[in-house]
C-alpha cells in the first residue's frame, strides 16, 4: 500500500527535522571547539605571566571542561528548543538566522544566570566570563545557518516549482 499525500508530507517533515537536528548538532561541536580554545586562549595569557606545569594541566582541563559543558548545553538546547523551533519555523517557511541566533542567546543569558544564581554585577561579568557564555551561541547559530542554507534553498526550489513557478538567483 502506497502513503498517501498527508503520510509522504509527514515523513519528509520528519527528515528535514533530523537533517535540522544533525546540522545542529555539528554546529553545537564548533561552538564547543570555539568556548575550549578560547578558554585556553586566555588561560595562556595568564601563563605568560608564570609558567608552571599545574598551571597548564589546569588550563588544559579548564579548556576541555568548558568544551564538554557547552557540548552538552548546547545539546540539550538543541533537543529542547532547536528541533521544536526547527519545525515550527519550517511550517511557516521561515528560513533565517534570526529566530535561531535569539534562541541561542536566550539559552545563554539562562546559562548566565543559572551560573551566576541572578544576574551578575559589573564587577562580577569579567570579559572573560561574558565571552565564553556569549561566543560559543554565535558561533553555533552562524555555523548552523551557513550549513542549512543548501537546504533551505532547495526546500524554496521544490517548493516554487510544486506551485509552477521558475525561481531563477544570480549569484
Known amino acids: 500500500m502506497l ?16 537533517v535540522a537536528f544533525e546540522e545542529m548538532v555539528v554546529a553545537v ?3 564547543a571547539l570555539a568556548g575550549g580554545a578560547l578558554t585556553l586562549l586566555f588561560a595562556a595569557a595568564e601563563l605568560l605571566n608564570g609558567f608552571s606545569l599545574t598551571l597548564l594541566v589546569s588550563a588544559l ?5 568548558v568544551s564538554i559543558l557547552i557540548f552538552l548545553v548546547g545539546f540539550g538546547a538543541s533537543v529542547a528548543f532547536g528541533a521544536p ?3 515550527a519555523l519550517e511550517k511557516r517557511k521561515r528560513r533565517n538566522l534570526w ?21 551578575p554585577s559589573v564587577s562580577a561579568a569579567s570579559i572573560r ?15 548552523f545557518a551557513r550549513r542549512m542554507t543548501p537546504h533551505w534553498r ?8 510544486a506551485e509552477g513557478r521558475i525561481l531563477f538567483r544570480i549569484h
Open 3 to 18: 502513503p498517501t499525500d498527508e503520510k509522504q508530507a509527514e515523513i519528509l517533515d520528519q527528515i528535514r527535522i533530523n
Open 85 to 87: 523551533l526547527f519545525a
Open 99 to 119: 529566530p535561531y541566533l535569539g534562541a541561542a542567546m536566550g539559552v545563554a543569558v539562562a546559562v548566565l544566570v543559572l551560573f551566576t544564581i541572578g544576574f
Open 61 to 65: 582541563l579548564e579548556g576541555l571542561f
Open 154 to 161: 532547495a526546500a524554496e526550489k521544490a517548493e516554487s516549482e
Open 29 to 31: 561541536l564548533a561552538g
Open 129 to 143: 566570563t561574558l565571552a565564553v557564555i556569549f561566543l560559543p551561541p554565535l558561533i553555533v547559530s552562524l555555523v
